[in-house]
């Protein structure tokens, strides 16, 4: 009786300790990625497909990543109003090292593709409208 009771907890201690080593644990040595979007804040910043939070009023996000996780691979910055960019992560931070990453944020063009202006003058016929020295008619 003895044995088959012995027997039955080294098996399960056997299968928790299996199990334990099947899932592993999270954690480890940290390291950093510090995005730089040059912008005032509100940019939210993404990890290939992980939001990681939003730039301060400097334009900065620093974001923690374990150094011997899977690595990321991208980084993509958006903002209202800017276009969206995306960089490539090639650099990996060592335990407590910062790696900077750099996203140059571009205002969104408002409009279309051509516009117009309407001009409306008093001047004689025969005179000739410019802008900034661009010769476009010869009223």
Do not use: C
């Not at 088959?4 to 480890?28: E, N, R, W, Y």
């Not at 804040?41 to 992980?50: E, L, M, N, P, R």
Request: no cysteine; aromatic share 10%.
């Amino acid at each position: 009786m003895m044995r088959k009771t012995l027997a039955i907890l080294f098996s399960a201690a056997f299968l928790v300790s299996m199990a334990a080593a099947m899932t592993g644990t999270v954690g480890g040595d940290i390291g950093y990625y510090q995005v730089n979007a040059g912008i005032d804040g509100g940019a939210t910043v993404i990890f290939d497909k992980d939001v990681k939070g939003t730039t301060g009023e400097d334009g900065s996000l620093t974001v923690d990543v374990y150094v011997t996780g899977t690595p990321y691979t991208t980084y993509t910055v958006e903002k209202q109003g800017y276009e969206t960019y995306t960089g490539k992560i090639t650099e990996y931070p060592a335990k407590g090292e910062i790696v900077q990453l750099s996203a140059t944020m571009e205002p969104q063009l408002i409009g279309g593709d051509q516009g117009y202006y309407k001009i409306t003058t008093n001047v004689p016929p025969g005179a000739n409208v410019t802008f900034d020295k661009d010769f476009k008619h010869n009223r």
